[in-house]
């Protein structure tokens, strides 16, 4: 299938230099598929929505950088998004499923859980639930899931697409990996923020990537077990060593395809 990457959210913590919000917009026989959803413009037109994680990420009230303006842009309208499958439910992740009440919504049962029913106190703040209070059909998934590639496993949600568990950053965290006309594309979400703990390379020059501090000091205060992040770089790496995989990041810049707009 026809991958496109796009921004839907950037984000410029205080002491931080700027980030972005990395979303796949999939043409999948089903129709459009995100991966990811960024912010949503409700977010960006009420930045109060994000509460107390919004004034720390600080994100561009810009309309223009959200997946529903991305996927017009592409000549597609909003209801043309038919699943949205999210590799967590964290506030610059989720926000989008507003602009898309009608999608199917993908996500680990864990995640959910740890979103809505069994919020603690540390992670009440990351989860925002009127970013979905119009979402009717949430489908989740339970357990570790099959044998999948390079020691993984996985959830088949829709031919071609796959949620691979990699908690560490919430208690349900997932990679997801599409099939696209020229490779397998796994979108690592927050399983890493810098691009060069998994050896990744500048998609112009081929260079390695230089790395980046604050996005490896940010990823550790974020994560929920640490430990297991650790275990999620060593898994990246093995995937983004296969010629026939592109690893791509929720925040490092770096990793846009140079033919995108951004």
């Known amino acids: 299938m026809r991958v496109h990457h796009v921004v839907a959210g950037v ?19 089903d129709g459009l598929v995100l991966v990811d959803s960024g912010f949503g413009t409700a977010d960006l037109a009420d930045p109060r929505r994000l509460g107390p994680m919004g004034r720390l990420l600080r994100p561009d009230c810009d309309p223009s950088t959200t997946a529903l303006a991305a996927v017009l842009a592409l000549g597609h309208a909003a ?28 996500t680990t049962a864990q995640e959910w859980e740890a979103a809505t029913v069994g919020t603690g106190m540390r992670e009440r703040p990351r989860y ?11 489908r989740r998934y339970g357990g570790a899931g099959d044998a999948w590639q390079h020691g993984l496993t996985g959830h088949e949600v ?4 796959t949620l691979v568990p990699m908690t560490g950053h919430t208690r349900g965290h997932a990679a997801v990996a599409v099939q696209a006309e020229d490779g397998l594309v796994v979108h690592a979400g927050d399983a890493a923020f810098d691009g060069s703990v998994f050896g990744a390379v500048d998609p112009v020059t081929g260079e390695p990537l230089g790395r980046v501090p604050h996005l ?5 205060v974020a994560a929920r077990k640490p430990l297991r992040v650790r275990r999620n770089h060593a898994a990246l790496r ?9 690893v791509v990041t929720a925040h490092d810049g770096r990793l846009m395809p140079p033919d995108e707009d951004f």
């Open 11 to 29: 984000v410029r913590p205080r002491f931080v230099p700027r980030a972005i919000c990395h979303v796949l917009v999939c043409e999948h026989a």
């Open 79 to 106: 209801a043309d998004v038919t699943h949205v499958v999210l590799t967590h439910l964290d506030l610059d992740h989720a926000g989008g499923l507003s602009d898309f009440p009608h999608a199917v919504v993908h």
């Open 128 to 138: 925002r639930p009127v970013q979905w209070q119009t979402t009717s059909d949430v």
């Open 158 to 161: 829709l031919p071609g697409i």
């Open 216 to 220: 490896r000091a940010f990823e550790r």
């Open 238 to 246: 093995r995937l983004a060593a296969d010629p026939g995989i592109t």
